[in-house]
Nanobody, 120 residues
Framework: QVQLVESGGGLVQPGGSLRLSCVGS????????MRWYRQAPGKERELVAT????????YYADSVKGRFTISRDNAKKTEYLQMNSLKPEDTAVYYC?????????????WGQGTQVTVSS
């Protein structure tokens, strides 16, 4: 059974930091591109950050570039999102995603989400 379990969300003041974690099980974690998405109330889900299977290439949305850092530990089957200098507009539910495109088939798994609230 495939599972992605996020943790680390919570309430933080503007300018603060949080570190999200996502543990995967039931699939070969090291083969998958890992991503973080977020969805704020009344808005569409947006891609925040991506990291390739080996962890050598990363991508960030312009809105978080320079503040967020995505990483992964394939031995622990875990991806992370270090969020610094948080702003109220970062408030959202953050989702972990595992994605693999083998050409003939695609796999796409999602976690349940973790709430991040940035407020004074």
């Amino acid at each position: 059974q495939v599972q992605l379990v996020e943790s680390g969300g919570g309430l933080v003041q503007p300018g603060g930091s949080l570190r999200l974690s996502c543990v995967g099980s039931g699939f070969t974690f090291s083969n998958y591109v890992m991503r973080w998405y977020r969805q704020a109330p009344g808005k569409e889900r947006e891609l925040v950050a991506t990291i390739t299977s080996g962890g050598h290439v990363t991508y960030y949305a312009d809105s978080v570039k320079g503040r967020f850092t995505i990483s992964r530990d394939n031995a622990k089957k875990t991806e992370y999102l270090q969020m610094n200098s948080l702003k109220p507009e970062d408030t959202a539910v953050y989702y972990c995603n595992a994605y693999l495109d083998a050409g003939w088939r695609k796999w796409d798994y999602w976690g349940q989400g973790t709430q991040v609230t940035v407020s004074s």
